[in-house]
């Protein structure tokens, strides 16, 4: 009986011992896997293209506008005077009054006939006099129109080049400030991103270096547990006293305990070893697609989720939050994180 417990203790052993062999394996895969991808990702983060500002070159329109002021004139300005008829109608009247003048001589007329003719060409002229004052008159009118009017094209014109201007000065200051903030906000996801994947890839080699410490640590501890079962069964002849210092015993126990001390788990063979197969991350931190599904007879919320890090397992799990369960069975790893011991509690831990 002592050699089948001796030979069945070294089959767990070795199997110990394999399995935290390949949980280093698995480290060090993770480890250049992870050592890849950092390098593909500095590359695109090399290679880059710059921000750009979009609005760097807006140029200011106003130069298109003209001012057309100059080139208004007042066409009342130059009006004149029709004189020409009246200065025709004068000489029609004078070489009228010159001969009658003559006639009055040759026929011996009186004065008075040469009177009366002398009043009636000066009332012609008096009435050509009237006319040119008229027209001027006229004249005058349409020329102080014709200013006003002026003056009144020429101050919307300066208004419309006014107007262009403090657009255009608008405009420009606009384009200028959206360019900046797209500079700056562009600038701000990137490095928001890039924080984030930092603090991502940071999380993720947490957790890989943490299961598979937690990997290695559960075959030693299986091997010691197979271990210290056997030397209380007296599988190699004596105590534990005499097999964890002698013999073939000694030599497996000293290299699970120094394997086991590495890992900071404990290595005391008279007190019981925790079993850690009952151990599972179930801090709220390391999970998404939280939903609840059930309640447990102790009243413990059970929920279906994912764990944001595939280290930790692939697929849809059962289990409870670790702020949620009593104390007792709840232990903070080193990296901070909550595990439950599901041996304590009413709640399954399993993969759906």
Same mark, same amino acid.
């Given at each position: 009986?002592?050699?089948?417990?001796?030979? %069945?203790?070294?089959?767990?052993?070795?199997?110990?011992?394999?399995?935290?062999?390949?949980?280093?394996?698995?480290?060090?895969?993770?480890?250049?896997?992870?050592?890849?991808?950092?390098?593909?990702?500095?590359?695109?983060?090399?290679?880059?293209?710059?921000?750009?500002?979009?609005?760097?070159?807006?140029?200011?329109?106003?130069?298109?506008?003209?001012?057309?002021?100059?080139?208004?004139?007042?066409?009342?300005?130059?009006?004149?005077?029709?004189?020409?008829?009246?200065?025709?109608?004068?000489?029609?009247?004078?070489?009228?009054?010159?001969?009658?003048?003559?006639?009055?001589?040759?026929?011996?007329?009186?004065?008075?006939?040469?009177?009366?003719?002398?009043?009636?060409?000066?009332?012609?002229?008096?009435?050509?006099?009237?006319?040119?004052?008229?027209?001027?008159?006229?004249?005058?009118?349409?020329?102080?129109?014709?200013?006003?009017?002026?003056?009144?094209?020429?101050?919307?014109?300066?208004?419309?080049?006014?107007?262009?201007?403090?657009?255009?000065?608008?405009?420009?200051?606009?384009?200028?400030?959206? %360019?900046?903030?797209?500079?700056?906000?562009?600038?701000?996801?990137?490095?928001?991103?890039?924080?984030?994947?930092?603090?991502?890839?940071?999380?993720?080699?947490?957790?890989?270096?943490?299961?598979?410490?937690?990997?290695?640590?559960?075959?030693?501890?299986?091997?010691?547990?197979?271990?210290?079962?056997?030397?209380?069964?007296?599988?190699? %002849?004596?105590?534990?006293?005499?097999?964890?210092?002698?013999?073939? %015993?000694?030599?497996?126990?000293?290299?699970?305990?120094?394997?086991?001390?590495?890992?900071?788990?404990?290595?005391?063979?008279?007190?019981?070893?925790?079993?850690?197969?009952?151990?599972?991350?179930?801090?709220?931190?390391?999970?998404?697609?939280?939903?609840?599904?059930?309640?447990?007879?102790?009243?413990?919320?059970?929920?279906?989720?994912?764990?944001?890090?595939?280290?930790?397992?692939?697929?849809?799990?059962?289990?409870?939050?670790?702020?949620?369960?009593?104390?007792?069975?709840?232990?903070?790893?080193?990296?901070?994180?909550?595990?439950?011991?599901?041996?304590?509690?009413?709640?399954?831990?399993?993969?759906?």
């Amino acid at each position: 009986m002592p050699a089948i417990a001796a030979i %069945g203790a070294a089959i767990k052993i070795g199997s110990a011992i394999f399995g935290a062999g390949k949980a280093k394996r698995e480290a060090r895969r993770y480890r250049k896997q992870q050592k890849a991808l950092n390098k593909k990702i500095n590359h695109l983060e090399a290679n880059r293209q710059d921000v750009i500002n979009p609005y760097d070159q807006v140029t200011s329109l106003a130069s298109m506008a003209t001012d057309l002021s100059s080139t208004m004139s007042n066409p009342m300005a130059n009006l004149s005077v029709a004189t020409k008829a009246a200065e025709m109608k004068i000489e029609e009247a004078d070489i009228s009054l010159a001969n009658t003048l003559d006639t009055l001589r040759a026929t011996g007329s009186g004065a008075g006939g040469a009177t009366a003719l002398a009043q009636a060409a000066l009332q012609s002229k008096k009435g050509v006099t009237a006319s040119i004052e008229q027209q001027e008159k006229s004249n005058e009118d349409k020329r102080a129109a014709g200013e006003e009017r002026l003056e009144q094209r020429v101050s919307a014109e300066k208004q419309r080049i006014q107007n262009i201007n403090i657009s255009e000065g608008a405009r420009e200051q606009s384009a200028f400030a959206q %360019g900046r903030n797209i500079e700056f906000q562009t600038q701000e996801s990137r490095d928001n991103t890039k924080l984030s994947r930092l603090y991502g890839q940071q999380s993720q080699a947490q957790g890989a270096a943490a299961q598979a410490r937690q990997s290695e640590t559960s075959s030693i501890m299986g091997g010691i547990n197979a271990l210290g079962g056997a030397i209380s069964g007296g599988a190699f %002849g004596g105590g534990a006293s005499s097999a964890a210092t002698s013999g073939g %015993g000694g030599s497996l126990t000293g290299s699970l305990l120094a394997g086991a001390q590495s890992t900071g788990a404990n290595t005391t063979l008279d007190v019981p070893i925790m079993d850690t197969s009952n151990l599972s991350f179930s801090d709220k931190r390391l999970k998404n697609n939280i939903k609840l599904i059930s309640v447990s007879g102790s009243g413990l919320n059970v929920y279906s989720f994912n764990y944001k890090n595939k280290v930790y397992g692939k697929g849809k799990y059962q289990g409870v939050m670790s702020d949620e369960v009593p104390k007792s069975a709840v232990i903070k790893d080193k990296n901070g994180y909550y595990k439950v011991d599901y041996s304590k509690i009413d709640v399954e831990f399993k993969q759906i």
